[in-house]
């Protein structure tokens, strides 16, 4: 049941654009996604509800493939700020009511 | 409060003892949820209180484990006779009113069991 990402690390300069995928084998009804710096919390970034929405802002935006039970998260023009793990965390359809967090992406940027 | 708060932030416990790890969540979070995390590792799903009711305790991995919460406030997961395997990052989350409004995670307490 534990969604599934890749690429599992991925290391870039700064200014280079990167793109994390998470899928599920179960329907999903919604698609959440955080980051989490080294020894700090993980913070929210946004949620992808089903119905194939975009969200986002120019620099950090997701996509949600309600068919395909996918959903990408896309930095653009990556910052040194952008390092860290990201989670993306799901909810099944039927109102699980939980979170089921995928295993991370781990992502590097350098100067 | 302004944030989720967790205590102790460091707990260092003798393999047999009993440990309690606490969480106050966001003031009118009625939502609160427990996640472990392994170093290294995803964040692993332990149990979510909906006011002081747990609707879902699936993901405690043993009956040494056990939650409660007292009304929308604060929560203790206590982890009775620790094993070495139970050492890990524990998190604690509130959200307004389930996962459509987002989590917000605290710090996180962090058990060694020597």
């Known amino acids: 049941q534990q969604p599934v990402q890749s690429p599992q690390a991925v290391i870039l300069r700064e200014g280079e654009d990167a793109v994390i995928n998470c899928s599920s084998s179960k329907a999903l009804y919604s698609v959440h996604w955080y980051r989490q710096k080294h020894g700090e919390a993980p913070v929210f970034l946004m949620i992808?509800?089903?119905?194939?929405e975009q969200k986002g802002h120019e620099k950090i935006s997701a996509s949600f493939n309600e068919k395909k039970q996918q959903s990408s998260l896309y930095l653009t023009a990556s910052q040194l700020s952008y390092s860290g793990t990201y989670f993306c965390g799901t909810e099944f359809q039927g109102g699980s009511e939980k979170l089921v967090f995928g295993k991370g992406m781990k992502l590097t940027v350098n100067p | 409060g302004a944030g989720v708060s967790q205590s102790p932030s460091n707990k260092v416990t003798e393999k047999g003892k009993d440990v309690e790890l606490r969480c106050d969540p966001i003031?009118?979070?009625?939502?609160l949820y427990w996640y472990r995390q392994r170093l290294g590792q995803g964040l692993e799903f332990l149990i979510y209180?909906?006011?002081?009711?747990?609707?879902?305790k699936s993901g405690l991995p043993s009956d040494r484990f056990s939650a409660e919460r007292t009304g929308e406030s604060v929560s203790t997961l206590t982890i009775q006779r620790t094993q070495q395997e139970d050492s890990a990052v524990y998190l604690c989350?509130?959200?307004?009113?389930?996962?459509?409004?987002?989590?917000?995670f605290g710090s996180g307490t962090r058990l060694t069991v020597v």
């Open positions: 992808l509800l089903k119905g194939g």
């Open positions: 209180f909906q006011g002081n009711s747990a609707p879902d």
């Open positions: 989350a509130s959200s307004l009113g389930g996962p459509a409004w987002g989590y917000t």
């Open positions: 003031s009118g979070h009625t939502a």
